[in-house]
């Protein structure tokens, strides 16, 4: 499976099949984490962690605290695609792989700015 992103124009396609992906939250100015895998119906959201709460970005009720994360795992549910926003605010969100991280930026090869990124496995449709 294949991971395409998707912005300003720009398409950048990587051959993974699991990636972590993070950000900081603009206002806490603490990390969200979402593991995510690229399946054949699409995008799956595996477990997510976040290092603190507030600012609307409170765990769900089933996450647990390990090692200073409360994390949690959602119900699987395919998604076509993702859109990722950017405020400019916080920095950029971060594709991480194998221990090593990289911005959008660095990833698509321009930098990304306000424009949103799409997410989605390559071999899916585009959603219309």
């Given at each position: ?20 992906l993070?950000?900081t ?7 969200w984490?979402e ?9 799956e ?11 609307g ?33 916080a920095g950029?969100?971060?594709l ?27 071999d899916q449709?585009?959603?219309?």
């Amino acid at each position: 499976m294949s991971l395409c992103l998707i912005s300003a124009g720009a398409t950048k396609t990587l051959a993974i099949a699991a990636f972590t992906l993070v950000w900081t939250h603009s206002i806490e100015k603490i990390d969200w984490q979402e593991d995510w895998r690229v399946t054949p119906r699409g995008l799956e959201l595996v477990e997510a962690r976040v290092k603190g709460s507030g600012a609307g970005m409170e765990p769900p009720p089933e996450a647990r605290l390990v090692n200073g994360w409360f994390q949690w795992q959602p119900k699987p549910v395919p998604r076509p695609e993702v859109v990722l926003g950017n405020s400019g605010l916080a920095g950029e969100w971060r594709l991480c792989r194998g221990g090593k991280c990289r911005t959008l930026s660095d990833i698509l090869g321009h930098p990304v700015g306000v424009h949103t990124t799409t997410m989605r496995a390559c071999d899916q449709p585009v959603p219309r």
